[in-house]
């Protein structure tokens, strides 16, 4: 079945740009998504990109997708004391799968 | 907005009691989802629903069953409750179309003694 990864932490400066790395392994994933977590909340939905897209721009947040690589990432740019939260990406065939989380830590 | 909410937040539960956890949604959407979300393994789905009276096993339905008797409302329940599933337990819903993307409520952290 599809597989789902990212790294489980990632820490950076208030102001500097955080990057969150995602690898799924099934090519005929349709949707791809990101959602934040706040602590003792539930996940709310970032953005999400089609897999025939390259890019997409939101404000403050990039998501690249390399299908050839199968990797999707999601750049926060300006980072900020509230963007701390845990990331999940989910990619969608028949349906959807997420990976386990990546822990954003913002210091001042 | 959509709406998913959750009976409780928090919840303590003895070993061996039946348990129910309630969602409901407030946008009309024929998808519904549980997972279980743990430490280190992200999320897990349980059970989902794609309409009313219908059910689908996850990947983890052991020991867990689901009641949808109307749209807007999707049931978890723990026949017998054991410690191991003591865990965050998150509610989705969705659209059928077009994209797909999932709503979710702020979860109830059950806790199994």
């Known amino acids: 079945g599809e597989d789902v990864e990212q790294s489980l932490f990632l820490s950076v400066r208030e102001g500097d740009s955080s990057v969150i790395n995602c690898t799924y392994t099934?090519?005929?994933?349709?949707?791809l998504y990101w959602y934040k977590q706040e602590p003792g909340a539930g996940l709310q939905l970032l953005t999400y990109i089609f897999s025939n897209m390259d890019m997409k721009q939101d404000q403050r947040l990039t998501v690249l997708l390399n299908k050839k690589d199968k990797h999707l990432s999601l750049r926060i740019a300006d980072t900020q004391t509230g963007d701390s939260a845990i990331y999940f990406c989910?990619?969608?065939?028949?349906?959807?799968?997420f990976g386990t989380g990546t822990r954003l830590q913002v210091f001042p | 907005d959509v709406k998913v909410t959750q009976s409780s937040r928090y919840l303590v539960k003895r070993t061996g009691e039946k348990v129910f956890l309630e969602c409901v949604q407030d946008m009309d959407h024929e998808n519904m989802f549980w997972y279980r979300q743990d430490p280190g393994l992200g999320l897990r789905l349980i059970y989902f629903?794609?309409?009313?009276?219908?059910?689908e096993k996850g990947d983890i339905p052991e020991g867990y069953s689901v009641s949808r008797e109307k749209k807007e409302r999707f049931s978890l329940i723990l026949e017998s409750a054991s410690t191991n599933q003591t865990s965050m337990y998150l509610c989705a819903s969705s659209p059928q179309v077009p994209s797909y993307e999932q709503y979710f409520g702020p979860g109830t952290r059950l806790t199994v003694t």
């Open positions: 629903s794609y309409d009313v009276k219908m059910k």
């Open positions: 989910a990619v969608r065939n028949d349906k959807l799968i």
């Open positions: 099934d090519s005929s994933s349709t949707y």
